[in-house]
């Protein structure tokens, strides 16, 4: 599935803004994605499999916080983080 | 060299040999949280950084080549999964190396207030369980409440140059505790030191001390700035002393930074700061000084030749440091983004880089 990589994390992916992904949940894209691009997971959730704070995964036009959510591969994923702060 | 930790990114500076003309390198991770960068002084190669980038996870970032480029830890400080308290690392705020007999082990405190170690140079880091799953560590570290601003802390690990199974930490808020087994086990050293915000101040834990420092050369003595003033133990007596009490009344004893030279056991650098009414933090009446003691704390000398008039800025825990050289080098970054130098030892000051972001951390490193 496609998937869409905000701007503090394209460090991680060669400053590609959408990458290819795989998993049946959030949870099992996101070790999917860190595989691919290490390190990239810890900095979208915690070590407890909470989603960070000011961290959004969209799963076409539908915010989720459940990493179990499930995913299909026609689906396509935004992961979002607030630029809020200063 | 300097190295330079701010809200919003890396500097690096080279004196040139007289200590006048500094080159800044950076930013480097503009943006990027930079809590603190330390130089390994056993290999004078490896460089350490702790980051926090916006609303992303915490982590540590490494260089071999004097900053020129940098890798991301493989597993940085973290938690074990299915924690029993569900704690995760907010941040690293701290960055210490170990013995100089443990090429590779670095220690990181985090908050909340809890201790990692390294032993492949930062490259994987496991939790110091010893004391981060003690039984009285959510007692001691009154979790999950926050205490400071930013975070409650674990900061100021020191390894004894004598043991390196013998360590010290500070917990903003919660106290400075000890390991003699190389962090195995734990217990509070805080016996003489006041935490007047309590409606008990005598406790066996609980104070707030901003920073503590063991000088090397005199591994018994440590001192600390505290919240509530500037103490000294001589070792293996386990009270402090208030030598901040010393200080004059005016300007009282309040700050974040205490600083040691190198060679004097006696002579260590604050930097006070307004602790009245609301904690302005700025200095005190808005008249930047530094303090110096050249006898234990027993007396403290006014260094301000150079500084400001007025400034409204503050000095963080971290953000104030001292060279090697003959006379020693002094140095402090402010919240407003100044670097100030003295290379007489505090006796005149001068800034060397201005228009910084908020300045987290200064450390010097012989390069």
């Known amino acids: 599935m496609r998937v869409r990589i905000p701007t503090p994390l394209r460090s991680y992916t060669d400053q590609r803004a959408w990458v290819e992904g795989k998993g049946t949940t959030v949870d099992e894209l996101l070790r999917d994605l860190d595989r691919a691009y290490p390190g990239m997971r810890f900095r979208i959730v915690d070590e407890q499999g909470r989603l960070r704070k000011h961290m959004k995964v969209w799963i076409n036009a539908d915010a989720v916080r459940d990493l179990s959510t499930p995913i299909d591969a026609s689906d396509e994923v935004t992961i979002m983080q607030a630029l809020s702060g200063g | ?367």
């Open chain 2, 1 to 367: 060299m300097l190295l330079i930790g701010t809200r919003k990114g890396a500097w690096l500076l080279r004196a040139d040999a007289d200590r006048r003309s500094w080159t800044p390198t950076g930013p480097i991770f503009l943006g990027q949280i930079i809590q603190h960068v330390v130089l390994d002084p056993r290999d004078h190669t490896t460089m350490l950084m702790a980051s926090r980038t916006g609303h992303l996870g915490p982590t540590v970032f490494r260089s071999t080549d004097m900053g020129a480029t940098w890798t991301e830890a493989t597993r940085p400080p973290a938690f074990a999964e299915g924690d029993a308290l569900e704690r995760s690392v907010g941040s690293v705020v701290w960055l210490s190396p170990g013995h100089s007999d443990e090429p590779g082990v670095w220690y990181a405190g985090a908050s909340p207030q809890c201790l990692f170690r390294t032993e492949d140079s930062g490259d994987t880091w496991e939790p110091v369980t010893g004391f981060n799953d003690h039984p009285m560590w959510q007692t001691w570290a009154d979790y999950p409440e926050d205490q400071t601003p930013d975070g409650s802390m674990l900061h100021s690990v020191i390894v004894d140059p004598r043991d390196p199974n013998h360590l010290y930490v500070g917990l903003s808020g919660g106290g400075v505790f000890e390991s003699v087994d190389r962090g195995a086990e734990w217990a509070p050293l805080n016996a003489g030191s006041k935490a007047d915000f309590f409606p008990d101040p005598d406790r066996e834990f609980g104070q707030d001390p901003h920073t503590v420092r063991l000088h090397p050369l005199r591994p018994d003595r440590l001192y600390q700035q505290n919240h509530c003033g500037i103490y000294k133990m001589e070792r293996p007596d386990g009270k402090w002393e208030r030598i901040g009490d010393n200080m004059p009344r005016d300007v009282g004893d309040i700050g974040f930074p205490i600083e040691l030279h190198p060679r004097d056991p006696d002579t260590a650098w604050v930097f006070p700061m307004d602790g009245t009414d609301v904690w302005p933090r700025t200095s005190p009446d808005g008249k930047p000084c530094v303090y110096v003691t050249r006898d234990a704390g027993a007396s403290w000398t006014r260094q301000d030749n150079g500084l400001p008039d007025r400034a409204w800025y503050t000095v963080k825990r971290q953000a104030m440091t001292v060279d090697s050289s003959d006379p020693v080098g002094v140095y402090f970054g402010t919240t407003s983004g100044e670097l100030w130098a003295s290379d007489d030892e505090g006796g005149s000051w001068r800034p060397i880089m201005e228009h910084l972001p908020e300045i987290y951390s200064v450390e010097h490193a012989d390069a």
